[in-house]
């Protein structure tokens, strides 16, 4: 893993977008070139301060995910893994600052314009939402729970894809004008399926995954899944021997940062603050501790 951080990559090939963390290059016809950065964004705000190694962490534990949850739905990932990583190791020669470690040849998806979120435990801004109205995007929840209070059954809760500002909850509803009713509910099967099967896999390494948000979209005409999966800047991961409902848990995710955040009194509105040494340094390591955790 790259020692150093890497704040933008610089290729020659044509980049198509730089975004909140991922910096995507045209490679041909078919494919993208994605470099994940240590960038990390907050409150859908990027933060100046880089997290050392995070790049690497979210790339390989996206490729573990996909490769091991492939039974269940199709996935980004090209076939011939020993030509792409072949190609990686070309482009990343005199980029001292890139470590193949955070690249990722990808095929090209028609991405649809919605987040997948699946909520296992009552927590973030689904906490919120309970406390003042008894649901949580249109689940109504049996009253008396408490802060982070397991979810019998996980609840499907999409929201919009904001290229800029904040994502916005949405109804099933919703949802389904946008994509159409069948393409909406297969998206919620895919995403509950998902998300249990990473959730068994954790707990069987005392991991909890109380809640994630996931990407698909369409290759060769077939939904596949895109982007990141359950990693420490899509999910919520809390260590299974220190849980305890009715209060903020420990975390090995940007809930950190987060955290920090909101206790400095930041308005969420740009430009961010600098993250101190000491939540940087812990944030970098729990971003570490839960790919060995996950995938060792």
């Known amino acids: 893993m790259n020692t150093g ?15 909140k963390v991922r910096d995507v290059y045209e490679l041909d016809e078919r494919h993208l070139l994605v470099v994940t950065s240590d960038r990390l964004s907050a409150f859908d705000v ?11 962490v979210l790339t390989q534990l996206t490729r573990f995910w996909m490769t091991k949850l492939a039974s269940l739905v199709k996935n980004h990932l090209p076939e011939d893994r020993a030509k792409n ?48 109205t008894g649901a ?8 008396g729970l408490t802060q982070c209070a397991w979810l019998r059954d996980p ?15 949405i109804a099933i509803a919703q949802m389904e004008n946008l994509l159409g009713k069948e393409t909406a509910r297969k998206l919620e099967e895919l995403s509950l399926g998902v998300y249990k099967a990473g959730r068994e896999h954790a707990s069987q390494r005392g991991i909890i995954i109380a809640d994630t948000k996931f990407e698909f979209g369409l290759i ?14 899509s999910s919520r991961f809390w260590p299974a021997d220190q849980y305890e409902p009715g209060r903020d848990q420990p975390s090995f995710d940007k809930q950190i940062v ?37 995938t060792v």
């Open 220 to 233: 060769d005409g077939e939904i596949a899944l895109v982007d990141e999966v359950l990693t420490p800047d």
């Open 155 to 169: 609840i499907f809760t999409p929201s919009t894809k904001a290229a800029v500002g904040h994502d916005e909850n």
């Open 258 to 294: 987060r955290n920090y955040l909101m206790d400095i009194g930041w308005d969420r509105n740009p430009p961010a603050p600098s993250l101190p040494l000491p939540i940087a340094h812990r944030t970098a390591y729990a971003y570490r501790e839960i790919l060995e955790r996950l």
């Open 85 to 132: 990583d072949e190609l990686l190791r070309k482009l990343a020669a005199g980029q001292p600052d890139i470590s193949l470690d955070q690249m990722e040849v990808v095929r090209k998806a028609e991405v649809f314009p919605v987040e997948c979120v699946v909520r296992g435990y009552l927590a973030g801004s689904g906490w919120k939402d309970y406390q003042q």
């Open 46 to 56: 990027v933060l100046p301060t880089l997290i050392q190694g995070k790049g690497a």
């Open 5 to 19: 951080t890497l704040s933008e990559s610089r290729l020659n090939l044509p980049l198509i977008r730089r975004g």
């Open 136 to 143: 949580v995007c249109g689940h109504t929840l049996p009253a």
